[in-house]
């Protein structure tokens, strides 16, 4: 078996998708012409960045969503090149805007709509959580809830008992 040249595989690589190709011409067709803008709510949804637009909204309206730099309402006008910061379970998602869309578009599409520069996503923590319980084992006991609070670092009542016993 030979192996492909250099060459070759990295012109298939270049060639996109047919399919991809129709669906950024469907979704080009179906979104904003030259000069015209896109509700930015609206734009996160569609590239997917946001699972349904009212939480895009809600998200907007909560202050999570900032283009250049600035708090945004959900109806501000989005443009191309407009850098879109959004806070979402965590995370912060850093993204500028390469092309507007009004229709929410499949993955490999949406993904050619922005430039994600957001920074690498924090590693899992490979240690099992502290303090869970095998289902059916009861209720616990006194000291089983003070192992699982020293587990979980909140010492709560007993920080505030040794508080009490170093006080003169």
């Not at 047919?18 to 979104?31: L, S, V, W, Y």
């Not at 709510?41 to 960045?49: F, H, P, T």
């Not at 805007?97 to 920074?119: E, F, H, M, T, W």
């Not at 490979?126 to 319980?133: E, F, L, Y």
């Amino acid at each position: 078996m030979a192996a492909p040249r250099d060459g070759a595989a990295a012109a298939a690589a270049r060639t996109p998708d047919p399919k991809t190709t129709a669906a950024i011409a469907a979704a080009e067709a179906a979104g904003p012409q030259n000069g015209e803008s896109v509700r930015v709510d609206s734009w996160i949804w569609a590239v997917r960045l946001i699972k349904t637009r009212s939480l895009g909204s809600t998200a907007c309206r909560g202050g999570h969503v900032r283009v250049n730099g600035e708090r945004v309402k959900p109806a501000y006008s989005l443009r191309v090149g407009d850098e879109v910061r959004l806070r979402q379970e965590g995370r912060e998602r850093v993204v500028v805007v390469k092309r507007l869309i009004r229709k929410r578009v499949g993955a490999p599409v949406a993904a050619q709509c922005y430039l994600d520069n957001s920074p690498p996503p924090p590693p899992r923590e490979a240690v099992a959580p502290a303090g869970i319980r095998d289902r059916g084992a009861g209720r616990p006991t006194k000291r089983d809830r003070r192992e699982m609070d020293r587990l979980r670092n909140l010492d709560g009542l007993s920080s505030a008992r040794r508080d009490a016993e170093t006080r003169p």
